[in-house]
């Protein structure tokens, strides 16, 4: 079993922005943890444990995902800045809640691929997000964080290019499967 998720990659000024964030946060507070450890930002649509087979399967009808989206003109737009309030906060980009992310999951679920899911993933709790800092964060430097990442633009919009497969795991940084 592996732990898999499927998510969008975020493009252009969306991804900029985030990169850029990730770069104040490291510079100015040495909070690096997401920074180091993604493949790449990401909106996480799915994720959890996968057989060999069905990472198979899956990664051929994703392909085949990937193909009517570049038909199609999919734009995400952005919702500001996020935070899940924790010992160690989880800081976030918020997105609406767009069909497409809807069918996504909807389609990945019915195709029965994963054998357990997140529970970030987990339908009622689901939420669209990039995450820009979580895990060397804490309570005490939260108010410094928003001040350093209130001065970025994160109400923007991005075309939607492809999903990607991410193999992740507690112990090494995510890797593009």
Same mark, same amino acid.
């Not at 493949?39 to 444990?49: D, E, Q």
């Not at 689901?126 to 994160?154: G, Q, R, V």
């Given at each position: *079993?592996?732990? =898999?998720?499927?998510?969008?990659?975020? &493009?252009?000024?969306?991804?900029?922005?985030?990169?850029?964030?990730?770069?104040?946060?490291?510079k100015? *507070?040495?909070?690096?943890? &997401?920074?180091?450890?993604?493949?790449v930002?990401?909106?996480n649509l799915?994720? @959890?444990?996968?057989?060999?087979?069905?990472?198979?399967?899956?990664?051929?009808?994703?392909?085949k995902?990937?193909?009517?989206?570049?038909k199609?003109?999919?734009?995400?737009?952005?919702?500001?800045? @996020?935070?899940?309030? %924790?010992?160690?906060?989880?800081i976030?980009?918020?997105?609406?809640r767009?069909?497409?992310?809807?069918?996504?999951?909807?389609?990945?679920?019915? @195709?029965?691929?994963f054998? %357990?899911?997140?529970?970030? %993933?987990?339908?009622?709790?689901? %939420?669209?997000?990039t995450?820009?800092?979580?895990?060397?964060t804490?309570?005490?430097n939260?108010?410094?964080?928003?001040?350093?990442?209130n001065k970025?633009?994160?109400?923007?919009?991005f075309k =939607?290019?492809?999903?990607?497969?991410?193999?992740?795991?507690?112990?090494?940084?995510? =890797?593009?499967i």
């Amino acid at each position: *079993m592996k732990n =898999v998720s499927v998510n969008v990659p975020l &493009q252009g000024v969306v991804l900029d922005r985030v990169l850029r964030a990730q770069k104040i946060l490291d510079k100015e *507070m040495n909070i690096s943890f &997401q920074k180091k450890n993604q493949s790449v930002p990401h909106i996480n649509l799915l994720s @959890g444990k996968i057989t060999h087979i069905n990472i198979k399967r899956l990664r051929t009808d994703v392909v085949k995902f990937n193909k009517k989206i570049i038909k199609k003109n999919f734009r995400i737009k952005t919702n500001g800045l @996020g935070i899940f309030i %924790t010992d160690k906060p989880v800081i976030y980009v918020r997105y609406y809640r767009f069909k497409i992310f809807l069918a996504i999951r909807k389609f990945l679920t019915l @195709g029965k691929y994963f054998n %357990t899911l997140d529970n970030s %993933t987990a339908t009622k709790l689901w %939420t669209p997000k990039t995450t820009i800092a979580h895990k060397d964060t804490n309570l005490k430097n939260l108010s410094n964080i928003i001040l350093l990442l209130n001065k970025i633009d994160f109400y923007e919009d991005f075309k =939607v290019k492809k999903i990607n497969l991410t193999s992740f795991s507690s112990d090494k940084p995510e =890797v593009t499967i």
